[in-house]
């Protein structure tokens, strides 16, 4: 007994399909058995009557006898072994007999002699009345000449015909059911073949999903379960690893907090302790400063990504110069940047504005946080190089280091959530995973392109807007349409420009 499930859907379904292409084989190999040797029957005997015709008239008008002569000649001449040979006038009557019985029908009206009296080879299959008998008639026209014209007709029986019919039938049946049988088999066993597997895949993932991530799937397993089971597999690794990113990244944000935390603590103790020195004052509270807006800075990393993974990241959208927000990404990391002896240097074209249709706040913190990126992890004396230019309608911003390089192995990791190549570095390892999801909800693309020594280059690429589309503002969320617009264009320009 098949256990109900997968495996019996797939028997029933290769037993049924198999039955009905074996029930349509037989169906199609007996009809046309039968008919072979049903034409074989007609042909033997339209042959015969063809041949006699040929041969008998031409003799018969060239020695037109009296009526019975023609017909005790034409039952001698005519006869043909195993078939009973009648004469019949135009109106169906038997006249003669090859088996000297009278018919049990005066005049016989199957559809055999109405053809034979239009002039062609008629033939009948059905049952002699009387007997149930099933037979085969073939008759023809014989003109002899003056009123002498009859219709010769063959009666042979096909019991022995159909008889052997039955028995191949039978045979073709059993072997049938024999197919069937081991089809069954095969289906069976392919099916457990099938079904094995994802039991076991399913245990698997029962235990993974009560938190065992350290099992995995184990056998080579082939086709869409092997992607299944890799793909189970490579949830489980993710899962983990992911873990392991949100272990280290609480750790290294509780370090970050800690550190200005305690400085800060430790300066409001000092300064509450006396002594107003001006100068110790001073350095207090510009270390109190800093490391509040070093706090600020984490809270507010914290923040974005929170929104950008909840989709409440609202963007105040309207007409930027990616020029303009370069050159002023300069100016605020300038002082960072001398402060490291590295240069900075803008290759662009004054003239031209590089406009694309972005929240200009937003799109200030992408080049902050690369160009920021680039002064950490560039050599002193060194040179940072930028660039804005358009092609084929796209902005495309760069920013080239010549810095310490990232690895091949962590440049596909660099941009992933948490994810920091040395965790003394301090930061959330958040950065480039908000600069990326802050670039596609602008339309664009980020790449990177990296060698471990040589250096570092990130691209920015955005749509770009013609000049004269307007300096229209509007509100948009990450991940929902936009929800409120606030137009200085007028509504018209704005519609074309949703449209483009």
């Known amino acids: 007994m098949i256990k109900k499930g997968i495996t019996r859907q797939i028997v029933l379904h290769y037993f049924f399909v198999v039955f009905l ?79 000297a019985f009278e018919s049990d029908r005066a005049v016989l009206q ?7 009296l239009n002039g062609d080879m008629g033939r009948w299959i059905g049952r002699q009345p009387g007997t149930g008998e099933s037979v085969m008639a073939v008759s023809h026209k014989f003109d002899l000449g003056g009123e002498n014209t009859y219709v010769i007709r063959y009666l042979t029986s096909l019991e022995d015909v159909n008889s052997k019919l039955l028995n191949m039938g039978l045979l073709a049946a059993a072997v049938g059911v024999a197919v069937l049988a081991i089809v069954l088999i095969i289906s069976i066993g392919m099916a457990n073949s099938i079904v094995r597997p994802i039991n076991n895949i399913t245990a ?37 690893r992911s873990n392991q990113i949100k272990d280290d990244f609480i750790s290294s944000i509780s370090h970050e907090l800690r550190t200005p935390l305690t400085s800060i603590k430790g300066w409001s103790e000092t300064l509450d302790s006396g002594g107003y020195d001006p100068e110790e004052t001073r350095i207090g509270m510009g270390i109190i400063s800093k490391e509040t ?22 963007l105040v959208k309207g007409t930027v110069n990616i020029r303009e927000i370069v050159q002023e990404t300069m100016l605020n990391v300038w002082a960072k940047a001398e402060q490291k002896q590295v240069h900075l240097k803008l290759e662009t074209d004054e003239t031209r504005a590089y406009n694309v249709h972005g929240d200009g706040n937003r799109l200030k913190q992408v080049f902050l946080n690369v160009v920021d990126n680039a002064i950490k992890f560039s050599h002193e004396n060194s040179w940072i190089f930028l660039s804005v230019k358009e092609e084929n309608g796209q902005i495309i911003a760069a920013v080239q280091d010549t810095g310490i390089g990232i690895s091949e192995e962590h440049l596909i990791k660099v941009r992933d959530r948490f994810f920091q190549v040395n965790h003394q570095n301090g930061g959330t390892g958040l950065g480039l995973a908000i600069t990326q999801e ?39 969320q990450s991940g929902d349409a936009e929800v409120t617009e606030e137009r200085i264009a007028s509504d018209v320009k704005l519609d074309d420009l949703k449209n483009s």
């Open 293 to 314: 807006e070093r706090l600020i800075g984490l809270v507010e990393e914290m923040l974005d990504f929170s929104k950008l993974q909840q989709n409440q990241m609202k």
């Open 110 to 116: 199957t559809s055999d002699i109405m053809q034979a």
């Open 204 to 240: 698997v993932s029962a235990q993974m999903a009560r938190g065992r991530l350290d099992v995995r799937v184990k056998g080579n397993y082939k086709h869409e379960l092997g992607e299944l089971a890799s793909t189970l597999n490579f949830m489980a690794h993710e899962i983990v």
């Open 21 to 99: 292409a074996l029930l349509l084989v037989e169906f199609v190999f007996m009809l046309a058995v039968q008919r072979y040797y049903y034409e074989s029957i007609y042909n033997t005997i339209s042959t015969h009557i063809s041949n006699s015709k040929d041969f008998f008239e031409p003799i018969a008008r060239e020695n037109n006898t009296e009526d019975g002569n023609n017909l005790s000649r034409l039952i001698v001449n005519l006869a043909l072994s195993n078939t009973e040979l009648e004469i019949l006038d135009l109106n169906g009557r038997v006249l003669a007999s090859s088996t």
């Open 438 to 476: 802050l670039v596609e909800l602008h339309e664009g693309t980020i790449t990177m392109q990296s060698e471990l020594g040589s250096g570092t280059t990130v691209t920015v690429t955005l749509p770009a807007v013609a000049e004269e589309m307007g300096t229209e503002e509007s509100v948009t």
